[in-house]
């Protein structure tokens, strides 16, 4: 995670981000505090922090900084260019954690576990509204897993983390509207599959935390809350309305350090 010392919106590169509608940042502090509690407080979950740069206020999503699995790490490479100032930086502390670091291709756009979720054995990843469909093969390669590609066809679920998540087991969640038809059959034939209303999917629903069966996800999705506790999952709701100014919640302020490496 990364603390929100100069998290701010001062450009819109999202249909939820306006520079006219700025996060408190006070508030925002809060809420981060309580999500960074929230996860410290689960069973065999320790959280590292890297520091903001000034000049990066989006590097609070620390999701997209890229893919970790066993000892190497995919740095992102992103679309625009107000977030590609924070790539050094993550590469940096990355080869900190004695990761071995690979880019992607010149030219190639990837960003990270935004767009890239194991889930059920494959890997799962999000193209079309940040990433190139072409970077599934380079995972694909560098990886070698299973790649199950999807086409994120609303700017407002502009990366896969928001519109899907895995619950292990091969169970996932969803919202159908974010993805076109042939994704939304991927989904339903690869995995025991829990669609998400619209109204929680807009509240980023999905973009939430999965540990074991702990989810720990935006606060307000009440619906898709109840399914996950009918489930037998725990659920902890943790308010990130300042994050979603800028179009993140729960899951885009993590990255997961702990996949363990393809068999």
């Known amino acids: ?18 520079v006219e509608r700025t996060p408190d940042t006070s508030r925002a502090w809060d809420q981060w505090h309580a999500l960074h509690d929230a996860l410290s407080q689960l069973p065999g979950v320790a959280v590292e922090l890297i520091p903001q740069v000034r000049g990066c206020p989006d590097m609070v999503f620390t999701a997209n900084a890229g893919l970790v699995r066993g000892a190497k790490a995919v740095l992102a490479r992103f679309r625009h260019p107000e977030r590609g100032v924070e790539e050094p930086h993550y590469r940096s502390w990355l080869e900190g954690q004695g990761l071995e670091v690979v880019e992607p291709p010149l030219g190639m756009s990837f960003e990270g576990e935004g767009d890239a979720l194991f889930a059920g054995g494959a890997l799962v990843t999000g193209y079309y509204q940040r990433s190139d469909a072409r970077a599934s093969a380079f995972l694909t390669d560098e990886l070698g897993c299973l790649t199950l590609s999807l086409c994120l066809v609303d700017a407002r679920w502009y990366h896969l983390d928001t519109c899907f998540l895995p ?10 509207g974010a993805m076109d038809g042939y994704a939304e059959r991927v989904i339903e034939r690869n995995f025991e599959a829990i669609r998400v209303p619209e109204d929680d999917a807009a509240r980023f629903a999905c973009n939430a935390v999965v540990i074991d ?4 996800m935006p606060a307000g999705c009440d619906e898709t809350a109840a399914t996950l ?11 990130t309305s300042e994050f979603i100014k ?7 302020l993590t990255l997961h350090l702990d996949h363990p490496p393809m068999a």
């Open 167 to 176: 619950l292990g087991g091969g169970v996932v969640a969803y919202y159908p």
């Open 229 to 239: 506790e009918g489930r037998g999952y725990s659920v902890v709701c943790v308010d």
């Open 1 to 18: 995670m990364c603390r929100p010392d100069h998290y701010d919106v001062v450009y819109e590169i999202n249909p939820w981000m306006s």
């Open 213 to 216: 069966r702990h989810v720990v």
């Open 246 to 252: 800028a179009g993140g919640s729960c899951k885009c």
